[in-house]
C-alpha cells in the first residue's frame, strides 16, 4: 500500500520535470516577458508531490511497515518513536530522498523569489533544476528506491545502526544536504546565465541570497558533524582529517571562495567566468563528495551506508554533469576585461580565494592519492594529520592576517592606511601571546605564530565591533561576526591543542589510579536496562588533588540487541573552561577495563565560535533583507 | 613596445603560474613525507626497504586467543594467517576491537616481529558483535 502510494508519487514528480522542461522550453520561444501561469503550478504540484512521497516513507518508519525493504532493514518496532522518525534519512536511500526534496523545494523558491530577473534566465534555471531532478529520480527509481517490497513480509526489522541513534542525527543530515544539494540552485542559475547571457551586476544579486543560504547551513552541518563526532567517537577529537570529514570541507571551501567573489560581480561587474566556475565547481564537488562517500570507495572511521553499484551510477551523473558545464561554459563564455588596482578591496578577495583553493587542492590530493595510488599500484597508503598539519597550517597564519586587513580597503584603488594601527595590534597581540606562552606552558613556533595571527584578527574585529557600536550603524556586521568567530575558532583550537592532557591506562573495578593532579577511582559497575538497549555504567571518581574537588563521571558501554552491537558511549563534564572527557572500553577475557581520561581546555568555546562564523551569514540574510 | 596593459596582465599570468607550481609542488612533497604505508605481516616480513621508526600501518586479523592486558598496556598478535606480529599498545581501543576481527594498528616496526601501536583502528561491520562478549560483560557487572 504505502509502497504504490510512494512510487506513484515519485513517478508525478519525474512526470512533472518533463513536462514543466517542456513547457518551459515552449515558453521561452514566446516573445513577451510573462512566465506560463503553468509552470508555477506545476511546479507547485511538483513540491507537493515529492515532500508527500516523503511523508509516505516516514509513514511507513513510524508504523513500523515491515514490508518495504528499507524499514525493515533499517528500523525495529521497539526503537523509540524519535529515532523511527529520523531513521528515514538514517539510510541512503531515504537521504536520497530527501536530497531530492529538497533540489525540488530550491527550484520552487527560485522561482517565485526571483521575480525581478530575466524571465528566460528563470526559465532557463528552471529546466537545468529540472534536468537535475531527472536525474537523481531515475537513481532514486532504479537503483535506490525507498519503497521497494519484501515479501514475504518479516515480523521484526533489523533495526538502526545503534552509532546512528542519536539525537545529532535528526539535526545533521538535514542541515548538510540543505547546505550541499542547496548548492545546486546556483549551478542551474550558474548554467542558465551562460545559456540567456544574464550576467554582471543582476546575476550576482539572483544568487546570492541562495549563496548565503547554503553557505550558513554548510557551515552548520559541518559543526554538528563535528561535535556528533567529538562525544560518539570517544577519541575526545573533533576533527580527523578523515576522507569523509574532506569531502564535506572541499566544497565549503568553494562556496566560501564563491561568496566573497560574487560580492565583486555585484560591486564591481567582474571576474563573472570565476563566479561561474566557483558556482559550477561548489555543486560538483558536493556530488563529488556524495559518490566517494556512498561508493564505499573511502575508508572512513564514520558510519555510513554504501554500496558500490550506486557508485557508478552517481560517476555517470556526475560525467554528464561535468561535461555538461564543461560544454556550455566553453561556448558561452565570453572574453573579460579585467581593470584590478593591487591595493583594492576586489585583491584581497582575490587572495582569499587563492587561499580557498589552496586549502581545496591540498584536501582534494590528500583525500583521492590514496585512491589512485592503490588502484595505479596496489599500494596501500593513508595520508592523515601529519600532512595537513605540514601544509594547511603555515598559511592560516598568512590567511589570518589578510582576513584582519582585507576589509579595511576599500573598492577600486584604496591603499592601506592604518599601517601604524596594525603595528600596535601586531605588537599586543605578540605581547598576549607571550602572556600565554610564560603562564600557562611553552609550545612550537608555528603555535605561537597561529596563536599570535588569530589574536591579530580578533582584535581586529572587535575593534571594528565597537566601531558599529559607537556609530549606531549596522554596516558589515555579518562580515565582523563571522570573521571574529573565524579568529575566535582558530584561537580555542591552538589553545585546546596545546594544553590538552590526555592519559591512557587500564583499571579494574576497585582499583585507583594517580596521574598528573588527578586521583581517578573505579567504584564500581552496574547494568541498567534500557528502552532498547542494556548500558553498562562504570562509576569513577575523579579526584582533583590540588583544588580538593571531586567529580563524578559514568561512561557507559551499551549493548544493543538489534542489529547486536556494543557502543560506548564517554561521559563528558562540560564547563566554561574546559571538558572532561572519560571513555571505557572493555577488553576481551580480561576484568581490566581500557580507560581513557582527556581534558580538553575550552572546547565548548570551539563550538561556540565555530556556530558565530555560520551566525554571520544568517545576520546578513535576515538583516539586509536579501530574501525579497 | 608592451603598453602597460598587456604588462600588468603578463605579470599577472606569471605570478599565478609560478604560485600555482609551487603550491601544488610543496602539497605534492609533504604528500610524500606524510603517508603512511599499510602492510599486512606478510609483506612487512619481506619489504626489504622498511625504515624501522617510521610510522606505518600493519592489519590483518587480531589472533585467536592472543589478547592480554593488564595495568599498562594490550599486547595482541595480528595475523594474516601466514605470517604473524606482536603488537603492544597503550590506549583506547576502539568499538568492535575484538580477537578473529580485522585490525588496523598504526605504529613503529621495533622489529620484524614486534610492533609497538601508537593507535588501533577497527573495521566498522556494523552487525557483528564477538561471541560471548554479552555473557561476560553480563558478568562483570553486578
Known amino acids: 500500500m504505502l509502497s504504490n502510494t510512494g512510487i506513484i508519487l515519485i513517478i508525478l514528480t519525474l512526470f512533472l520535470s518533463f513536462l514543466i522542461i517542456y513547457i518551459s522550453v515552449v515558453n521561452i520561444k514566446e516573445k513577451n516577458n510573462i512566465i506560463d501561469k503553468k509552470i508555477y503550478h506545476y511546479t507547485f504540484y511538483q513540491v507537493i508531490f515529492s515532500i508527500l512521497s516523503f511523508l509516505t516513507l516516514l509513514a511507513g518508519f513510524i508504523n513500523s511497515d515491515f514490508s518495504l525493504i528499507n524499514v525493515f532493514e533499517n528500523s525495529h518496532s521497539d526503537k523509540p518513536l524519535f529515532y523511527k522518525i529520523a531513521g528515514t534519512w538514517g539510510s541512503h536511500e531515504g537521504s536520497l530522498l530527501l536530497w531530492i526534496n529538497i533540489i525540488v523545494v530550491f527550484s520552487f523558491l527560485f522561482l517565485i523569489y526571483n521575480k525581478k530577473s530575466n524571465k528566460i534566465f528563470r526559465l532557463y534555471t528552471l529546466i537545468f533544476q529540472n534536468f537535475l531532478i531527472l536525474g537523481f529520480l531515475i537513481f532514486l527509481l532504479f537503483n535506490s528506491n525507498p519503497f521497494s517490497k519484501i515479501y514475504p513480509i518479516p515480523l521484526e526489522g533489523l533495526g538502526l545502526n545503534p552509532i546512528l541513534q542519536d539525537p545529532a542525527l535528526v539535526i545533521h543530515p538535514p542541515l548538510l544536504y540543505v547546505g550541499f544539494v542547496g548548492s545546486s540552485i546556483y549551478f542551474s542559475a550558474a548554467m542558465a546565465s551562460l545559456v540567456s547571457n544574464y550576467k554582471g551586476k543582476e546575476f550576482a544579486l539572483s544568487i546570492k541570497p541562495w549563496i548565503l543560504i547554503s553557505w550558513c547551513f554548510q557551515t552548520l552541518g559541518i559543526i554538528a558533524g563535528s561535535i556528533w563526532a567529538y562525544y560518539e567517537l570517544g577519541w575526545g577529537g573533533f576533527w580527523f582529517w578523515d576522507p569523509v570529514e574532506n569531502v564535506s570541507l572541499m566544497p565549503w571551501f568553494a562556496i566560501t571562495a564563491l561568496m566573497h567573489s560574487v560580492i565583486v560581480l555585484e560591486k564591481r561587474n567582474s571576474i563573472y567566468s570565476w563566479v561561474v566556475i566557483l558556482c559550477l565547481s561548489t555543486f560538483i564537488l558536493s556530488v563529488t563528495g556524495t559518490f566517494l562517500v556512498r561508493s564505499g570507495i573511502l575508508n572512513s572511521v564514520h558510519t555510513f551506508a554504501n554500496d558500490p553499484s550506486r557508485g557508478i551510477y552517481i560517476l555517470l551523473l556526475l560525467a554528464i554533469m561535468i561535461f555538461a558545464s564543461l560544454i556550455i561554459f566553453f561556448k558561452n563564455n565570453k572574453r573579460e576585461t579585467y581593470n584590478f588596482q593591487i591595493q583594492s578591496k576586489e585583491t584581497f578577495i582575490l587572495i582569499n580565494n587563492w587561499f580557498m583553493f589552496f586549502f581545496l587542492i591540498s584536501v582534494l590530493i590528500g583525500t583521492l592519492y590514496p585512491i589512485f595510488l592503490e588502484a595505479l599500484t596496489q599500494t596501500k597508503i593513508s595520508v592523515g594529520p601529519p600532512f595537513y598539519s605540514i601544509v594547511i597550517f603555515p598559511f592560516i597564519v598568512l590567511f589570518l592576517i589578510v582576513m584582519a586587513i582585507g576589509p579595511k580597503i576599500s573598492w577600486i584603488k584604496g591603499g592601506y592606511k592604518k599601517i601604524n594601527f596594525a603595528i600596535i595590534i601586531l605588537a599586543l597581540s605578540t605581547f598576549l601571546n607571550f602572556l600565554i606562552f610564560k603562564i600557562f606552558g611553552s609550545y612550537s613556533i608555528l603555535s605561537n605564530l597561529i596563536i599570535i595571527s588569530s589574536i591579530f584578527l580578533i582584535i581586529h574585529s572587535v575593534y571594528d565591533l565597537f566601531g558599529i557600536v559607537k556609530k549606531n550603524v549596522q554596516f558589515d556586521l555579518s562580515r565582523i561576526i563571522s570573521h571574529l568567530g573565524f579568529g575566535l575558532l582558530i584561537f580555542f583550537i591552538g589553545i585546546n591543542h596545546n594544553y590538552s592532557i590526555e592519559e591512557d591506562f587500564n583499571l579494574k573495578v576497585g582499583e585507583i589510579k594517580n596521574f598528573h593532579k588527578y586521583q581517578m577511582n573505579f567504584k564500581s559497575l552496574e547494568k541498567n536496562d534500557r528502552k532498547n538497549y542494556q548500558a553498562i555504567v562504570g562509576n569513577f571518581i575523579l579526584i582533583d588533588k590540588k583544588k580538593n574537588l571531586k567529580e563524578f563521571l559514568k561512561p557507559e558501554i551499551r549493548v544493543y540487541s538489534s542489529p547486536e552491537t556494543l557502543t560506548y558511549e564517554a561521559s563528558i563534564k562540560t564547563k566554561i573552561y574546559s571538558d572532561k572527557y572519560l571513555t571505557m572500553s572493555n577488553i576481551t577475557r580480561s576484568d581490566y577495563y581500557n580507560i581513557k581520561f582527556q581534558e580538553k581546555p575550552f572546547m565548548i568555546w570551539i563550538w561556540i565560535s565555530a556556530i558565530m562564523i555560520s551566525i554571520g551569514g544568517f545576520i546578513r540574510l535576515f538583516k539586509k533583507g536579501e530574501l525579497k | ?142
Request: glycine letters at 6%; aromatic letters at 10%.
Open chain 2, 1 to 142: 613596445m608592451l603598453t602597460k596593459k598587456v604588462k600588468s596582465r603578463i605579470s599577472f599570468l606569471v605570478i599565478s603560474i609560478v604560485l600555482l607550481i609551487t603550491s601544488v609542488f610543496f602539497i605534492l612533497n609533504s604528500l610524500k613525507e606524510n603517508v603512511l604505508y599499510f602492510l599486512t605481516p606478510t609483506e612487512a616480513k619481506f619489504k626489504e626497504d622498511l625504515e624501522i621508526g617510521k610510522n606505518i600501518r600493519i592489519g590483518g586479523m587480531v589472533k585467536k586467543g592472543s589478547i592480554y592486558a593488564d595495568s599498562k598496556e594490550i599486547k595482541f598478535t595480528i595475523t594474516d594467517f601466514k605470517n604473524e606480529i606482536l603488537v603492544s599498545f597503550s590506549g583506547t581501543v576502539p568499538n568492535l576491537f575484538a580477537e578473529e576481527k580485522g585490525v588496523v594498528a598504526e605504529g613503529k616496526l621495533k622489529d620484524k616481529n614486534f610492533f609497538v601501536a601508537d593507535r588501533i583502528l577497527a573495521k566498522h561491520d556494523e552487525n557483528y558483535m564477538p561471541p560471548g562478549e554479552k555473557n561476560f560483560l553480563d558478568n562483570n557487572a553486578k
